[in-house]
């Protein structure tokens, strides 16, 4: 009990966690200028899509990292640094 979750839902939480990215990295594609469907269509990416779509998603990892200042265990900077870490390893 102690407060620890189980597996399945640790698992269900990655799995929407996954799903969630994914659903906003296509929405930064198609802000950007890109055109997706069942797979991206390569004509329409020029320099100028890929350098949007990258300033978004810089910006989202940026405000993602703030949030952290926020979560419960972030008590000093080695513990915010672990959790930006982490967030790569999800």
């Not at 004509?43 to 949007?52: K, N, V």
């Amino acid at each position: 009990m102690g407060g620890e979750m189980s597996g399945d839902h640790n698992q269900y939480q990655k799995e929407r966690s996954y799903l969630d990215d994914r659903n906003d990295i296509i929405a930064m594609a198609r802000e950007a200028g890109l055109k997706a469907g069942q797979h991206w269509d390569k004509t329409h990416m020029d320099t100028a899509h890929i350098e949007r779509f990258a300033e978004l998603v810089a910006a989202a990892e940026r405000e993602a990292c703030a949030a952290l200042e926020n979560e419960p265990g972030i008590y000093s900077q080695h513990d915010m640094a672990e959790a930006i870490r982490a967030r790569g390893q999800a």
